[in-house]
């Protein structure tokens, strides 16, 4: 028996408020953080199709999610590193380039920044498939 289209989006409305509590309580609330988990999930949560919803990677991420809150240990560290390398990729983002421009690579920084992303996408990507989550 097929599932409506209304159970499939309530389901996808579910787990992104259970996903975005988790999260706002393995980041512990912190200012910065919130406002890139919200920008970051509804971006992802925006762009996939319906199809991509995967209910046991959905469960897979909530006990990812709940063990970085539980201690400050490898999870707690891998969230914070992803939000904050988030952080940096938003368009508002005040980027202090100083540094760079002092070693010499001030016109090669943006493309330095996009193969940096792109290690970042493609760690992260195999991470998802290692463990079964969807962490972006």
């Known amino acids: ?13 579910h787990a992104y408020h259970h996903l975005s509590r988790q999260a706002l309580k393995a980041i512990r609330y912190s200012v910065p953080g919130r406002h890139v988990l919200r920008t ?6 925006r762009s996939s199709p319906i199809e991509d919803f995967d ?8 006990l990812f999610l709940e063990r970085a809150t539980r201690t400050t240990g490898l999870e707690h560290k891998i ?9 940096w990729e938003l368009p508002g983002a ?14 090669s920084e ?3 920044r996009k193969s940096a992303y792109e290690q970042l996408n493609s760690t992260l990507e ?8 969807c962490l972006r």
């Open 1 to 13: 028996m097929p599932s409506s289209p209304l159970l499939d989006q309530r389901a996808v409305l």
């Open 40 to 45: 970051t999930m509804r971006n992802s949560f």
């Open 55 to 62: 209910p046991t990677r959905i469960a897979n991420t909530l």
């Open 79 to 87: 969230v914070k590193n992803i939000l904050f390398c988030r952080y």
């Open 94 to 107: 005040r980027r202090e380039s100083k540094v760079l421009r002092s070693l010499g690579l001030g016109n």
């Open 110 to 112: 943006h493309s330095l």
């Open 126 to 133: 195999l991470l998802n498939q290692s463990l079964g989550t």
